[in-house]
């Protein structure tokens, strides 16, 4: 009797553990991706490209339609084997998507030869849909013209914009003469030009009233415009970064709460400011200028007598060099060396491309600090 109740017991434990295997097993058939609320497979979606998230919906029927309220949309060329596909695709997600949803975050990149009605219709629906971040990325480089429709210097939702084009040209896409953004707090523009108004400057800033952020990268005047004048009040972070195709101009600043300025690349433009920038914080200035423009010579230095309330200074070895050599050239015996009231702290950095000695440094800190209060800075 012994043997066959533990046989029993035995047998009951083994059903009861086979029971618990195939439960187990059925929770594992489940598909717990498909009984996701909807909203949180949509906030999966926003970190993915448009294109896979579109592919992603055909994995359960009760998603079918989901990619039409996405809030972000990505396209990207990089992901289609050819132009054709890119477009199309496009084309269906703007005419397919669900409008009365508003769309937080557009960005599009194309790496080959961009189509303007393509593009310009992107920027319309944008406009139309209270688009806040707009990131456009084009290749212009062999385009000698190209139809660009300002639609997204209307847009009352935006506070993010980033246009890039790359172009040898860079007043194939002008700006217009001001830019009503009204929400816009960060703007970014490479290779675009500016538009001057009924006059001979160009201002195309000062109706971004919450502007905090700008920055321009190979930037130039187009046609008449004669300098560029930078009005904001709320501007609080500028940065210039010049270019060969951009050329070499004016700038005027008009920025009384500018907290950081920098400026790099092959950087001509001479600068003035209307204000005293008593609030300039950090100035950063990494350019070897203007070493192929010999009729600008003292630049750097005449912009370092403008900045002259700045805390902290970073100055790049390939600037140092630059500036003196403008202090070696009989021009400069008339020119007073600035006068830095409030300077804190002088950083140097040094490149392996433009090397400079311990006497050279020593020189040139002397220089500098010559006409400065505090002659003792960190």
């Not at 992107?122 to 385009?143: D, E, G, W």
């Not at 538009?195 to 005047?221: H, K, M, Q």
């Not at 972070?237 to 690349?265: C, D, H, Q, R």
Request: aromatic share 10%.
């Amino acid at each position: 009797m012994e043997g066959k109740e533990t046989e029993g017991m035995l047998k009951m434990t083994t059903d009861k553990r086979q029971q618990k295997r195939s439960r187990s097993d059925r929770e594992e058939e489940r598909d717990r991706l498909s009984e996701l609320p909807d909203c949180v497979v949509l906030h999966i979606m926003e970190f993915m490209d448009t294109k896979y998230a579109v592919q992603t919906c055909v994995l359960s029927k009760r998603w079918k339609d989901l990619w039409k309220r996405l809030t972000y949309l990505g396209f990207n060329t990089t992901l289609f084997n050819n132009v054709v596909k890119f477009n199309k695709f496009v084309s269906r997600v703007l005419s397919g998507r669900d409008g009365s949803v508003s769309l937080l975050n557009l960005e599009f990149t194309r790496r080959g030869m961009a189509e303007p009605k393509l593009f310009n219709r992107l920027m319309k629906y944008a406009v139309l849909h209270n688009v806040q971040q707009f990131t456009v990325s084009l290749n212009l480089s062999f385009r000698q013209s190209f139809e660009f429709r300002p639609y997204i210097f209307s847009c009352e939702s935006l506070t993010f914009l980033k246009l890039s084009f790359n172009s040898f040209d860079t007043s194939i896409v002008a700006l217009p003469g001001s830019l009503n953004m009204p929400a816009l707090k960060s703007l970014q523009l490479e290779a675009v030009s500016f538009t001057a108004r009924d006059n001979d400057y160009a201002e195309p800033f000062s109706t971004c009233n919450v502007l905090n952020t700008l920055i321009l990268d190979g930037c130039s005047l187009h046609k008449d415009a004669k300098f560029l004048s930078i009005s904001n009040s709320s501007l609080s972070s500028l940065t210039i970064s010049g270019s060969f195709e951009g050329g070499a101009y004016k700038i005027a600043l008009s920025t009384p709460n500018l907290s950081s300025l920098t400026v790099t690349g092959h950087n001509n433009h001479t600068i003035s400011s209307a204000c005293n920038l008593s609030f300039l914080e950090e100035v950063t200035i990494d350019t070897l200028g203007y070493t192929l423009f010999p009729n600008t010579d003292l630049l750097i230095i005449s912009w370092l007598q403008v900045l002259t309330n700045v805390r902290i200074l970073r100055l790049y070895s390939g600037t140092l060099l630059t500036i003196l050599r403008d202090i070696s050239n009989p021009v400069s015996v008339s020119t007073q060396p600035p006068c830095f009231v409030q300077l804190k702290s002088l950083i140097l950095e040094n490149q392996p491309s433009a090397d400079i000695s311990f006497e050279q440094l020593k020189r040139a800190v002397e220089y500098l600090l010559q006409n400065s209060p505090q002659r003792r800075i960190d």
